[in-house]
């Protein structure tokens, strides 16, 4: 799948694919503390505790799951149409968050290193569990950049089912072992390996998660790879 060379002091390793896959939440951008924010202050409201550790289990994971992972310290039972409400009122506080961002918001590093691998000849999309996809894509000006999206709105089940990697991989029409995931959630890890492609870890509980192909220095540590 991949080889490394050596090359004076350096251990180079090199991946030989046609396509990166890209996570949204906390790899593109930083909304995964968007997402934080959103469900603590939710948390806090209901009585819940919640903290960074917790959170690290939402990544990567669709709303609902995220909300039955916070309800595991509640000591009530809510009902569905109760759950729902729940979603639809951290959704709201998060969709202000989002509607703070602008293309500023995108680093220079992410947007440089994306332009240099589309000159390097790389196929490049979006496999995020987000509904709020389309909408985070445009707040940091980068609605059309992409060959492909795919996206919370597209699949039935979240990671760590490699559905939204499959879709995103089809939509480029590129087989999924051409094809590489960069990562910040263990469950993208996992979805990633189960749809036989390379799992690149970037920050997050992917990191060292011990499933990972590779772990990415920081997001132009890309650049070394491909
Ligand atoms: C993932 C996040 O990208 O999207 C998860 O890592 C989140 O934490 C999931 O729950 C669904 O997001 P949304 O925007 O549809 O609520
Ligand atoms: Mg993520």
């Known amino acids: 799948m991949h080889s490394g060379s050596l090359k004076g002091e350096k251990y180079f390793m090199k991946f030989e694919k046609k396509a990166i896959i890209f996570d949204l939440d906390g790899v593109i951008c930083f909304t995964d503390k968007f997402h ?3 469900w603590k202050a939710l948390a806090d409201r209901l009585g819940i505790y919640f903290d960074e ?3 690290d289990r939402l990544r990567g994971v669709s709303r609902m799951a995220s909300l039955e992972i916070i309800l595991e310290r509640s000591a009530e039972t809510y009902t569905q149409e109760q759950k729902e409400a729940f979603a639809e009122e951290k959704n709201n506080i998060y969709r202000e968050l989002l ?3 602008s293309p500023a918001d995108l680093t220079d590093e992410v947007r440089d290193t994306l332009v240099e691998l589309r000159h390097r000849g790389y196929k490049l999309s979006i496999g995020s569990s ?3 996809t389309k909408f985070i894509l445009e707040r940091i000006g980068l ?3 992409f060959d492909a999206i795919a996206d919370g709105t597209d699949i039935s089940r979240s990671k760590p089912d490699p559905e939204v990697f499959l879709k995103s991989a089809a939509k480029l029409g590129v ?7 960069v990562e910040d959630a263990k ?3 996992e979805a990633a390996k189960a749809g036989g492609m390379a799992a690149l870890a ?3 509980d992917a990191k060292d998660c011990g499933l990972e192909d590779y772990n990415l220095k920081s997001f132009s540590d890309l650049l070394n790879i491909f």
């Open 36 to 38: 934080y924010q959103a």
């Open 187 to 189: 469950a993208g890890i």
């Open 143 to 145: 609605s059309d950049f």
């Open 130 to 132: 987000s509904k709020n």
């Open 175 to 181: 087989a999924p072992s051409d094809c590489a995931v």
């Open 53 to 55: 550790k917790i959170n």
């Open 99 to 101: 509607k703070t961002m």
């Open 202 to 204: 970037l920050f997050g």
